[in-house]
Every structure is written in structure tokens, then in C-alpha cells.
């Protein structure tokens, strides 16, 4: 199938050619430029560019860049964007003309949707199982301790399902967290949540921009098989400062933006840290002086998230970006227990001491230039190095001391210690490129070249004791899996073309190399999508697109932990590949988008543990020794309701889906050989997102989500080992062969602003499961002696679900200037 895609992409870049040479002799001009914001100049990204008297149009790049090819005469030349007052001019075409709109925000409704539909992307555009999350939206979701956040919203779309409770993990189309390429402004992050999952990593004061591709991807992005989100940030204020600080339950943040030289440069800074810690330290301190006076402890836990952009502009055809962000989860625990006892001639001292340092994160750091080589043709070049690291360090040691009349005669000490270190360490650089060659095509082609160094583990244990009157021992031993170093290249090219009024079609080539352990992979992806438009307001789309990924993420826990690790392809581990198709039908009433979408993905080399194995097997062998490979396959269908302008807002999603694997390869058998369902799999999803504007000064939002519940694998039938005191074990006749109970959720927020002459406060108020439903997080096993009525009791083992958020009301203080 793929061969013969690629061989009829390779026929239509020939009758393309011919296409291009041969069009109408008619002379064609291009209207170029940027659209920003009016008053502090940041780039706006999607806007609509268009001719009214032949609705030929076009959208802005990710750097607000825009080229529009005319044929020469009267143009009705117009610009929008949601949320702001339309550009409009009227002139004759005679030449390659630049012009740089600037766009004014609206607060009239009736303005705000009349731009809502200047060129409508949801219905004629080419792009299906695509989705932009406005950040004006984002922040007025109900959340979780009142922490807006990036990829919990993205969970209440359709196709999109969370993990465990709370969890800030991504599950889209069947595929595994491993398999979401997270693009912050274009770099990928590799761990994307603070807090065992429960926060993103994202800080939502400064992003700019939020899209999500479910599936038919354009041919730009590569590296992943289920999904691609891309995050854009804020570029910052040309003409003034202004920004906000926010006070929450667990964490406070602060963003500020503004020009460092005005018209020219300016910078964007965000910073956010919970404060936890703060308050576990003086009670495990307290909590450990009730034992006595000689014990000490102190100890916490806090994340924090560092954004900053700088943002050049040398003229109107050169810019210059600079993006830093730092991310850190840090653990840490200090505990000592000292006891002494006297007596008339005897004498005892002992001391036992406990340290643990556990940090983990993410360093990413971008410089881009943007060069307008011509009219036609916008360049982006970029060159990016990207950072996760793993560390863990704890140490034990105990000492006592014994000794009678002044005279030591005995004593003992010991210690251990544990390091466990992993990390990935990117450096890359690419060139992308936006090329007009015709009114009717648009044609993006680059090139990305990326060193990796992986760091899959490092374990190192020491082990000492000292004994008087004994032999000494000492223990040393380092698992060290070596690094993995290895060279991946990437070229694409992709065109959308309005063939008819009738016809839209995207179609593109993403070829891509990963060298490694002295072997070469090699992937041809095709992808391909149509639009047929059936009235001005009703679509129907198919698409098909070819993945290929060539890194893993080993995990054997419901939630994400740091000892979740990286592993890339090696000379034994092969890429993992898929198939996707997907259909659709698009259609608008008002201020109302509606779709449908139907799909089918097949996923070949897909890694899962060996049955007993995780990360915590602690022994000689490699990773590699521990997993095995299989195939999986998932389909469903989506329903997608959704407004975006008005006082009222939000979107309804329902899906039905189903998703397997099979491991059945010979010496890779889980389960028997047999399908099973994926961890994951759950056959409703059901989210209702709403929210109402009752004036300047009120707003409220309410969410309200529904889904079948998780698969789990538990022993049912149990077996006495022999002997006496021989554990107990349990037999699984299959994985995942439990099913929780269903989740279901309300959460409600209320936001009360008053603004003031040189600011704005806002009070909110948010409740998390407003009607207490009892969630599962987990489920165990328990055993509890019943008494019959004859007075004799017998042991039953019953499971027993533990919520962990049942009900939590916050509140939360935001300062605008």
C-alpha cells in the first residue's frame, strides 16, 4: 500500500510541474507581509488573508508570515482574526506588494463573529483530525488546585483520553504517551508533566498557541506515530510592559513582557513554582521531635517552569527568536535519629542517618532566524538543543557505639548508598521553508538533522559495614547500560492545492534516516488528504499518513514517574510504525462548527516489559533484555461539537473506540500469545466543556467528563505454595482482564474581575468533582475474616477502589498590570 502511495505522489509532483508551467498566461502579483496585533505587535498565528471578490485566500505561518498570490487587478484585500476588528482595502494590483497588517482587538460580539468565518479552515480546509485550543478558553476551564493547564484540556477533546485519575498523560487514538511528539515552539520535550503526572509542564501564561493533530498529519512532522502538539509562546510586547502574578493553592507564578528596545526587541518571562515543601519541611520537623529530641527531619517536594523568549526585529524581512525554558521535579528528605544512654559505668551512643535527592527535568534552548527571501518563499532556520535528566542519590548509614568505664568495647557501623542516573541529550538543526508558486498552491519543504545521546541507566550501590572484632566488608557494583549515540536526518515536502472549487488536496513525502549502533533504518512516509466540499458549509474529507517512531518509553506504572525511561531503537530494538486512515464529515450552522470522524490505525513494533520485569529489576542485563515487541491496532469514531465566539462557549466530544495488542512473536509472548486489550482501552468518552460570559466583571465555566473505566490485570484464583509459611499465588488467566468502574466528573469555576484604573484583579474559585463521585485511582486486593453464623470465620479477599480526589474546593488571586 505504501509503495503504490508513494509512486502515485511521485506521478502528481510530475503533473504538478506540468501544471505550474502550463497555467494561465495571465500576470500574477503577491501581496505579502505579517499580521500582528495593533498594539504590542506580537504575531498573530492562523489569521485569514483573502480576496473578497474571488475568496482566494490564505492563513499566516507560525511566525504570522503571510504570502498571497493574485492575478493582476482589482482586489478586495481583507484580514481577520477571531477576536479582532477585520482589515479591509480596496486596490489595483500592479506589483509585488507588502503590506503589514495591523489588527485591532474587539470587545463588540457582533464584530468578534463576523471575523469567525472570514476563511473557514473547519469546513474547506484540507486538514481533518486537526484542533486549535484557544488559550482564552484554556484559562477558563475548571482545574484541577486551580492550575490551568495545556494537556488537561487537550484530554476533553474527542479521541483524547487521559490516564489514571488526575494525570496529566495524553492517550490518543489507542497509541501510548510515548507516542505525542510535544513541540514547544518547535523543539520537542521529552517528559511533559510535573508531580507523578498530575501538572503539564506548560506554564499557560505564556503560551501564545495550542494545536492538536489527532492523525493525517502533514508531512513537517515526523517522529511519533498518535499525535503532534504543537505549542507556540508569547513573543512579547513591542511598546509596554504589562503582565500578571498569580497566587493558587500549591503554586504561584508570575509573567511579565515588554520591549527592551521598543520597535524592535522584546522579551517574554514566565516563572512558576509550587510551595509545597514549604510547608512539609517544619511538619516532618515537628512530627519527628514528638519522638524524642534527637531526632531531626526535614524534606519536600516542589516543581517549577522557567519560560523566556526574546524576540528581534532587524527589518521587516529578518527576525531573530531566542527560547529558554528549564522545567525541575525535585524530592528531597534529610532524617536523623541520635540516642544515648548513660548508666554508672556503662555507656550506649547511636546515630542513624537517611538522605535522599531525586531530581528530574527538562532544558530546552532555541535560536531561530526568520529571512523573507522573496515575496514567495519565507525561510525559517533553527538550531535547538534539548536536555532530560534523571538522578537519583540515596544514602543510609547507621553507627552505634558501646563502652564500659570509659573503654570501647564493641561497635558497629554500616552504610549504603544508591545513584540512579538517566537522560537524553539532543542537539539539532533544520530549515524550513514557505513557498507560493502558484494562487492555488501552497508548498512547505525543509530539512532536520538531530544528534541524540541516550542515557537509558546507571545504577550504582555501595555497601559498607564495619564491625569490631569482625572482618570488615565492602560492596561495590555499577549496572551501567552504556550510552547510545545516534544521527537522525529528516527531509519533507507537502502541498495544499486548491484544485477546484470542489476539490482540496494535501499531499506530501516525510523521508527520514536514524543511524545507530552502526546500522542505518530508513522510512519513506506518505501522506495524503481530500477534501470534497459538498455546499459552502459541508465537507467531506479522507486521509492517510504513515508514521514512524525510533524511540520508546519503557513504563511498568499507572502514573507517570521519572523512572519511566527513554530507550531509542538499536541495532535489535526496530522502529515502531503505523498505518492511519481516517474519514470525516465537516459542517457549520452559525456560530457552530459540527464533524464526525471515523478512523482505523495499525501499529507494528510496539514494546511492552517482559512479564516481571521493570525498571527495578536491578541485575547485569540491558534494557534491551527486558522488553519484548508486538503489534497493536485500534478504530473508532469521534463526534465534535464545538462554539468559539459569543458570550457562551465550549464544545461537547463523544467517542466510541476500541484498542488491542498482540504480542505472539516467538520468544516475545505476553499473554499467552493471545489479543488483549490495551491498558488504556476504554469504550466511552464523553466531555462536555461549557462556558458563559455574564459581563465584564463574571464569568463561570463547568466541565463535566464520563468514560468507561480502565483495564487492570488481576489474579483471581489464588494457590498455597508448599510448605508452611509459602506465599500465597495468584493466577492471571489474562492481562487486563479487569475492568474499574466508571469515571465520571463535574468541575465548576467562577472568575470575578474588577478592573481597576491601571490593572485588573480576578478571584477564582474552582471545585474539582463538585458531586464526590468516587473515582478509582487504584485497586487492591484485600482480605477480611467473616464470621459466619456458627461462630466460625473464614478469610475473603474482596477489592477495595481508593479515590485520592474526591472533592477539592480552591481558590486562586491573579494581579493584571
Not at 552504610?415 to 502558484?438: C, N, Q, R, T, W
Amino acid at each position: 500500500m505504501r509503495s503504490v502511495l508513494c509512486t502515485l505522489l511521485l506521478a502528481f509532483a510530475v503533473f504538478l510541474q506540468g501544471h505550474l508551467v502550463a497555467q494561465n498566461a495571465k500576470k500574477t502579483h503577491t501581496i505579502s507581509g505579517y499580521v500582528t496585533d495593533a498594539k504590542s505587535q506580537e504575531t498573530l498565528l492562523g489569521a485569514s488573508i483573502y480576496n473578497a471578490e474571488t475568496m482566494a485566500g490564505s492563513v499566516t505561518n507560525n511566525f504570522g508570515f503571510y504570502s498571497l498570490k493574485l492575478a493582476e487587478g482589482k482586489v478586495a484585500f481583507r484580514a481577520s482574526f477571531v477576536g479582532y476588528k477585520p482589515y479591509e482595502a480596496e486596490f489595483e494590483l500592479v506589483k509585488d506588494t507588502v503590506i503589514n497588517v495591523k489588527l485591532v482587538q474587539s470587545n463588540e460580539l457582533a464584530e468578534v463573529t463576523v471575523t469567525a468565518r472570514a476563511v473557514d479552515n473547519h469546513v474547506k480546509g484540507s486538514q481533518m483530525s486537526a484542533i486549535e485550543l484557544p488559550v482564552t478558553q484554556l484559562k477558563k476551564i475548571p482545574a484541577l488546585f486551580g492550575e490551568s493547564d495545556v494537556i488537561k484540556a487537550l484530554q476533553l477533546l474527542p479521541g483524547v483520553q487521559s490516564g489514571t485519575e488526575g494525570s496529566a498523560g495524553m492517550y490518543v487514538r489507542g497509541g501510548g504517551p510515548d507516542e505525542n511528539l510535544i513541540l514547544l515552539d518547535g523543539v520537542p520535550l521529552y517528559k511533559v508533566d510535573h508531580a507523578a503526572g498530575f501538572f503539564s509542564a506548560f506554564n499557560s501564561d505564556a503560551v501564545k498557541n495550542v494545536t492538536l493533530y489527532k492523525g493525517n498529519f502533514p508531512a513537517r512532522f515526523g517522529g511519533r506515530l498518535s499525535s503532534v502538539v504543537d505549542v507556540r509562546m508569547k513573543d512579547g510586547d513591542m511598546y509596554d510592559y504589562h503582565g500578571n502574578f498569580s497566587i493558587g493553592l500549591i503554586a504561584s507564578k508570575v509573567n511579565v513582557e515588554g520591549p527592551i528596545v521598543k520597535g524592535k526587541t522584546s522579551f517574554n518571562f514566565s516563572f512558576r513554582r509550587t510551595y509545597y515543601d514549604l510547608f512539609t519541611a517544619p511538619i516532618m520537623n515537628y512530627i519527628a521531635k514528638r519522638e524524642g529530641d534527637n531526632a531531626r527531619a526535614f524534606g519536600g517536594y516542589y516543581f517549577y517552569d522557567f519560560n523566556l523568549k526574546v524576540n528581534h526585529k532587524f527589518s521587516d524581512k529578518d527576525r531573530l527568536f531566542l527560547s529558554v525554558y528549564s522545567g525541575d521535579d525535585k524530592v528531597y528528605a534529610k532524617m536523623r535519629y541520635k540516642e544515648n544512654t548513660y548508666h554508672e559505668e556503662y555507656q550506649s551512643y547511636g546515630e542513624e542517618n537517611l538522605n535522599i535527592n531525586w531530581a528530574w527535568g527538562n532544558r530546552i534552548a532555541a535560536l531561530r532566524w526568520n529571512h523573507v527571501i522573496n515575496p514567495n518563499l519565507f525561510m525559517n532556520v533553527t538550531g535547538a538543543y534539548t536536555q532530560y535528566r534523571h538522578k537519583l542519590n540515596a544514602g543510609f548509614s547507621s553507627e552505634t557505639k558501646n563502652s564500659i568505664s570509659g573503654e570501647n568495647y564493641n561497635g558497629y557501623k554500616e552504610s549504603m548508598e544508591i545513584g540512579l542516573h538517566s537522560g537524553i541529550y539532543d542537539v539539532s538543526a533544520k530549515a524550513d521553508f514557505d513557498y507560493k508558486p502558484h494562487e492555488n498552491h501552497d508548498v512547505k519543504f525543509g530539512a532536520n538533522i538531530t544528534y541524540h545521546a541516550y542515557n537509558p541507566t546507571a545504577t550504582g550501590i555501595h555497601m559498607s559495614s564495619v564491625d569490631a572484632g569482625a572482618s570488615d566488608f565492602v560492596f561495590d557494583t555499577v549496572m551501567d547500560n552504556s550510552k547510545i549515540r545516534a544521527l537522525e536526518n529528516d527531509l519533507y515536502i507537502e502541498d495544499n492545492w486548491d484544485i477546484n472549487n470542489f476539490f482540496k488536496l494535501n499531499t506530501g513525502l516525510h523521508y527520514s534516516t536514524f543511524s545507530v549502533d552502526k546500522k542505518t533504518y530508513h522510512s519513506l512516509q506518505p501522506r495524503l488528504s481530500l477534501r470534497a466540499l459538498v455546499t459552502e458549509d459541508l465537507s467531506l474529507k479522507a486521509g492517510y499518513a504513515y508514521m514512524s517512531q525510533y524511540i520508546h518509553l519503557l513504563s511498568s506504572n499507572a502514573i507517570s514517574l521519572p523512572t519511566d525511561l527513554w530507550v531509542p531503537v538499536t541495532g535489535r530494538i526496530v522502529p515502531m510504525n503505523s498505518h492511519q486512515v481516517a474519514v470525516g464529515a465537516f459542517y457549520n450552522w452559525k456560530d457552530f462548527e459540527f464533524s464526525v470522524e471515523g478512523y482505523f490505525k495499525k501499529m507494528n513494533n510496539v514494546m511492552e516489559y517482559k512479564d516481571g520485569a521493570s525498571f527495578f529489576t536491578l541485575d547485569q542485563t540491558g534494557w534491551q533484555d527486558k522488553v519484548v515487541m508486538g503489534d497493536g491496532w485500534s478504530y473508532g469514531i469521534e463526534l465534535f461539537a464545538q462554539k468559539t465566539v459569543g458570550k457562551f462557549t465550549g464544545w461537547v466530544g463523544y467517542t466510541w473506540s476500541h484498542s488491542d495488542r498482540l504480542f505472539d512473536r516467538p520468544g516475545q509472548e505476553l499473554n499467552f500469545g493471545k489479543v488483549f486489550p490495551a491498558k488504556y482501552d476504554r469504550r466511552h468518552d464523553i466531555n462536555v466543556v461549557l462556558m458563559y460570559e455574564f459581563n465584564k466583571r463574571i464569568d463561570v465555566g463547568a466541565t463535566w467528563v464520563y468514560s468507561t473505566g480502565n483495564c487492570a490485570t488481576m489474579a483471581f484464583q489464588h494457590y498455597h505454595g508448599l510448605g508452611s509459611y509459602a506465599p500465597t499465588i495468584g493466577y492471571i488467566e489474562n492481562r487486563n482482564n479487569y475492568r474499574f468502574s466508571s469515571y465520571q466528573r463535574l468541575d465548576l469555576v467562577a472568575n470575578f474581575h474588577k478592573q481597576k484604573k491601571h490593572c485588573e484583579r480576578i478571584f477564582s474559585i474552582n471545585i474539582y468533582n463538585t458531586l464526590m463521585h468516587n473515582n478509582p485511582f487504584v485497586v487492591i486486593p484485600r482480605e477480611y475474616n467473616v464470621q459466619y453464623p456458627d461462630g466460625t470465620y473464614q478469610s475473603e479477599k474482596v477489592l477495595s477502589q481508593i479515590c485520592i480526589f474526591p472533592f477539592i474546593p480552591t481558590v486562586s488571586w491573579q494581579y493584571k498590570f
